[in-house]
Antibody
Framework: QVQLVESGGGVVQPGTSLRLSCAAS????????MHWVRQAPGKGLEWVAV????????YYADSVKGRLTVSRDNSRNTLYLQLNSLRVEDTAVYYC???????????WGRGTPLTVSS | SYVLTQPPSVSVAPGMTAKITCGGD??????VHWYQQRPGQAPLLVVY???DRPSGIPERFSGSNSGNTATLTISRVEAGDEADYYC???????????FGPGTQVTV
């Protein structure tokens, strides 16, 4: 079954760190670029980051640059998002999504919710 | 950075046609992609590269793009089409994905 399953979200305090994971199955993970997109409660979609299929390049939204790091392990078919110095405004559902190297997202996970609150 | 605009809401009667616009400076020179997000669900790609449909998306969904406006058209609207719709482009100047603010379609 072709799917993406995110995990690792929860409730954390401001200033802490967290790593989100996205497990891919049913397709050749190493041939797709992968993205993280987030959605704050009641808000629209916000693109966060992309990592190329081979991990050679990563690009980030200006709002998260320097605090978030995207990585992947193609041997484990897993995508990661390391979030550091978390802020209240990082509260959102975090989605991972697949990009067939064509600048659009053709498969999304169900998302993992993250709440940053004291 | 590149900015996309969308109307906040569109209301349409069942069986009629809904048109959702996405505005941007010379957006006709970009490839525009559209996503549907039903309440409580993850987004779903419904149109890519301006006018192509992924497998499984009904022909009722179509797209166009020219000048400063891209349009997603939903023909013969059904109750199940009620959702938020987002346009998206790749801004190669900044190596960023850009999403529009979204349009809530009410049937």
């Amino acid at each position: 079954q072709v799917q993406l399953v995110e995990s690792g979200g929860g409730v954390v305090q401001p200033g802490t760190s967290l790593r989100l994971s996205c497990a891919a199955s049913g397709f050749t993970f190493s041939t797709f670029d992968m993205h993280w997109v987030r959605q704050a409660p009641g808000k629209g979609l916000e693109w966060v980051a992309v990592i190329w299929y081979d991990g050679s390049y990563q690009y980030y939204a200006d709002s998260v640059k320097g605090r978030l790091t995207v990585s992947r392990d193609n041997s484990r078919n897993t995508l990661y998002l390391q979030l550091n110095s978390l802020r209240v405004e990082d509260t959102a559902v975090y989605y991972c999504a697949r990009d067939p190297r064509a600048q659009h997202l053709d498969l999304w996970g169900r998302g993992t919710p993250l709440t940053v609150s004291s | 950075s590149y900015v996309l605009t969308q109307p906040p809401s569109v209301s349409v009667a069942p069986g009629m046609t809904a048109k959702i616009t996405c505005g941007g400076d010379d957006i006709g020179s970009y490839s525009v992609h559209w996503y549907q997000q039903r309440p409580g669900q993850a987004p779903l790609l419904v149109v890519y590269d301006d006018m192509d449909r992924p497998s499984g998306i009904p022909e009722r969904f179509s797209g166009s793009n020219s000048g400063n406006t891209a349009t997603l058209t939903i023909s013969r609207v059904e109750a199940g089409d009620e959702a938020d719709y987002y346009c998206q482009v790749w801004d190669s100047r900044g190596d960023h994905f850009v999403f529009g603010p979204g349009t809530q379609v009410t049937v």
